[in-house]
């Protein structure tokens, strides 16, 4: 099992930055990817950003790049996602996610661990 907490949510103004965090426990050794994704009331979960723990490579959504920057402390075992310049769209409940991807890491059906969600709300 792999537990996830994530936090760093809030209520921000249209242009502004807000920087998620989320700490892995458990066996982690059993993961290869964690990733952010999140759920607007009335819309499905879609993939944000994720990131192979083994190192090098990340993955965006078309609608973040440029904007979102998804990193990954080994030493803590913590992701980040750091979210600048955010829009009204970008509202929705973020959650942290951690599996072992086998296929198209921005599915969140690839993924079996998953934190409680963090809600962001921004305001034009």
């Known amino acids: 099992q792999v537990q996830l907490v994530e936090s760093g949510g809030g209520s921000v103004q249209a242009g502004g930055s807000l920087r998620l965090s989320c700490p892995a426990s458990?066996?982690?050794?059993?993961?290869?990817?964690m990733g952010w994704f999140r759920q607007a009331p009335g819309k499905e979960r879609e993939g944000v950003a994720t990131?192979?723990?083994?190192?090098?490579?990340?993955i965006y959504a078309d609608s973040v790049k440029g904007r979102f920057t998804i990193s990954l402390d080994n030493a803590k075992n913590t992701v980040y996602l750091q979210m600048n310049s955010l829009k009204p769209e970008d509202t929705a409940m973020y959650y942290c996610?951690?599996?072992?991807?086998?296929?198209?890491?921005?599915?969140?059906?690839?993924?079996?661990?998953w934190g409680q969600g963090t809600q962001v709300t921004v305001s034009s």
């Open positions: 996610a951690a599996g072992r991807v086998r296929g198209w890491p921005l599915d969140h059906s690839e993924y079996n661990y």
């Open positions: 458990g066996y982690t050794y059993s993961i290869n990817y």
């Open positions: 990131i192979y723990t083994g190192g090098g490579i990340t």
